[in-house]
């Protein structure tokens, strides 16, 4: 396996080599700044396993030595990171020999090609490991990452109450992995090419950066404060995330350059945004304000908001023919049921209250003033999910009608609402099962209870790249 793998590192590196620079193979290259800079610098500051993170002990290094991360910085400056390179660099002997380099045999398992001991334990299992690779590959010359060798469908549900994510595979309906390291994950989304995803991080007030092929920490990028819901725009150029302290903000956070690039003053504290499927508008809900703000995603201003009777909760959205928004849906505080806002006459032009499950306990308690949150348009457009914390049950309603057509139970303390790409399976996080119910839309049965972290609420349909 690991010896397939070097093979095609070789092959890589060749073509680079004759097709680009015009040395002779044997020539190492000098190992890329840019390269080290982001995708190996990450590496330093993971938490993996039981491991130490390489950051905690090698400030304080006389042989290979990182710089201190400055005060409230969640990563190196250039000129820091240029000492990094430097030190990092001492240690490595340019080539495809991977095993020359005691930068990278030091971590290594003893079993996999690594020296006998490293005082900081062996991080890496094996060659690979998708972060030693990485490690490797800048060793070996290459000035980027291989590409991926594809991309899968994935549902994650974040725990709410869990320091970490767990990561579905919709076919085989189990949870195949989980994303470490984010203690309060709130909103998730992901890149439209499957190489990131986006986690709003509650305790460190970060937007969180995981990279889809190793799973770690890539980059945390500083908030304005304390984070919930994210959203990004169908370019994926733009990442919004909603502020949840008065007197209100949504931060913009340039996925290009990983910075946050504004923060935009709204009104109330924000708990979910959401970019229009059209990506023209950010649409941000606020609690305390009963307030929904409209921000058009080309100024970054507001365009308009409506106040509406009670605080804004999980809001969705279908479009017209020519993809604009139509209707915002929105669930409102100590309301069982949702409202409909018409988006082009910004007016509230009906609400619907989710009636009584006959024979199904009410729930009563935690219920944070949110009867019903969890709120879902199919991705034909035909039908609204909501999901009712009272009744554990999710409410389907027709659409443009708004009739309703069927109701499935979901467990306790159903939160949020996430679909296959295809429409057929609809994931609903239980916040008091601490499982994701997997429920067949045509038949409105539920077809799996998958066991999650602690307190699963938001969750999100990824596209993720692999190995
Ligand atoms: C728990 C503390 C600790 C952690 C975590 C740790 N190291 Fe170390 N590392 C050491 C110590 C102590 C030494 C010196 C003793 C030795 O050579 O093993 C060392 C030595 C090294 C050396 C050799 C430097 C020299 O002077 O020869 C390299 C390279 C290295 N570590 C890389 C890493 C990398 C990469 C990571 C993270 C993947 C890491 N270390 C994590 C403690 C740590």
């Not at 390489?54 to 400030?59: D, G, L, N, V």
């Not at 007016?347 to 009563?364: F, S, T």
Request: hydrophobic share 40%; charged share 20%.
């Amino acid at each position: 396996m690991s010896r397939q793998i070097l093979g095609v590192a070789a092959t890589f590196l060749t073509s680079v080599l004759l097709s680009s620079t015009g040395l002779a193979q044997s020539t190492p290259v000098e190992p890329s700044f840019e390269f080290f800079m982001n995708e190996v610098q990450p590496i330093f500051l993971a938490k993996r396993g039981d491991n130490v993170r390489c950051i905690q002990c090698h400030t304080r290094s006389s042989g290979f030595r990182l710089q201190p991360l400055d005060d409230h910085a969640h990563f190196w400056t250039e000129e820091q990171s240029r000492m990094n390179y430097a030190s990092a660099r001492a240690f490595t002997v340019p080539g495809a020999d991977p095993l020359k380099s005691r930068f990278l045999t030091h971590p290594l398992e003893a079993s996999a090609g690594g020296d006998p001991f490293h005082g900081g334990g062996k991080h890496f299992a094996s060659r690979s490991d998708p972060e030693w690779r990485i490690m490797a590959d800048w060793v070996a010359g290459l000035a980027e990452r291989r590409p991926a060798s594809g991309t899968v469908v994935r549902i994650i549900q974040t725990n709410a109450a869990g320091d970490n994510s767990s990561i579905i595979d919709p076919v085989s309906n189990t949870v195949v992995a989980t994303i470490d390291d984010v203690e309060i994950p709130h909103g998730v989304t992901s890149a439209p090419d499957g190489s990131a995803i986006y986690l709003s991080n509650e305790t460190m007030h970060s937007l969180d950066v995981i990279d889809s092929r190793t799973l770690r920490v890539k980059r945390r990028i500083g908030l304005s404060g304390r984070p919930n819901n994210v959203s990004i725009t169908p370019d994926g150029s733009k990442v919004y995330v909603a502020i949840m302290e008065m007197p209100g903000a949504i931060d913009i956070i340039d996925t290009a350059s990983l910075t946050n690039i504004k923060t935009v003053p709204v009104d109330g504290a924000i708990h979910n945004v959401y970019v229009t499927p059209d990506g023209r508008y950010a649409v941000g809900g606020s609690i305390q304000r009963s307030m929904i703000n409209v921000i058009d995603t080309r100024t970054d201003e507001v365009a308009w908001k409506l106040e509406m009777s009670s605080g804004i909760r999980p809001m969705t959205f279908d479009t017209n023919a020519d993809g604009s928004t139509k209707n915002i849906y929105v669930q409102l505080s100590d309301f069982h049921g949702f409202a409909v806002v018409d988006f082009a006459t910004r007016k509230e032009i009906a609400r619907i209250e989710h009636p009584a499950v006959e024979g199904e306990v009410a729930h009563l308690d935690g219920l944070q003033a949110a009867p019903a949150h969890g709120l879902g348009v199919s991705p034909d457009g035909k039908t609204l999910w909501s999901t009712s914390k009272v009744y554990s049950h999710a409410y389907v309603h027709s659409l443009p009608d708004l009739k309703e057509i069927g109701r499935v139970f979901v467990g306790q303390h159903p939160e949020w609402v996430t679909f296959t790409p295809d429409g057929k399976t609809v994931y609903i996080g239980a916040a008091g099962d601490n499982a994701a119910y997997a429920v067949d839309a045509a038949s409105l049965t539920v077809i799996a209870k998958i066991h999650t972290g602690q307190t699963p609420k938001r969750n999100g349909t990824v596209l993720m790249q692999v190995d």
